[in-house]
Nanobody, 125 residues
Framework: QVQLVESGGGLVQAGASLRLSCAAS????????MGWFRQAPGKERVFVAA????????EYADSVKGRFIISRDNNKNTVVLLMNSLKPEDTAVYYC??????????????????WGQGTQVTVSS
């Protein structure tokens, strides 16, 4: 069983930056492909970013490309989402997800077996 705990959310103004962290436990972290998803009120959960087990491959949703950066530290069992130039439309609950079965899981939520509880990000205009 893998436990994921997100942190770093909050209320910021448009143009600001936030750093989300996800701490994983219960399994060797380097064996997990990781991803970030988000869900805005009344909308479906959508892909934000993904990173491979080694950190050598990553992918971003078009809506965040060039503004968000995903990274991981396999020694600290942590994946980070650095969010720059935040916009009001980035407001959502952000979820960390883990896949123990693939080197890289990409944008498909069904690939991910484990999910965190989410952290709220609110961007005011």
């Amino acid at each position: 069983q893998v436990q994921l705990v997100e942190s770093g959310g909050g209320l910021v103004q448009a143009g600001a930056s936030l750093r989300l962290s996800c701490a994983a436990s219960g399994r060797t972290f380097s064996s997990l492909a990781m991803g970030w998803f988000r869900q805005a009120p009344g909308k479906e959960r959508v892909f934000v970013a993904a990173i491979s087990r080694s950190g050598g491959s990553n992918e971003y949703a078009d809506s965040v490309k060039g503004r968000f950066i995903i990274s991981r530290d396999n020694n600290k069992n942590t994946v980070v989402l650095l969010m720059n130039s935040l916009k009001p439309e980035d407001t959502a609950v952000y979820y960390c997800a883990a896949d123990p079965n693939r080197y890289y899981s990409g944008a498909y939520p069904t690939n991910y077996a484990y999910w965190g509880q989410g952290t709220q990000v609110t961007v005011s205009s």
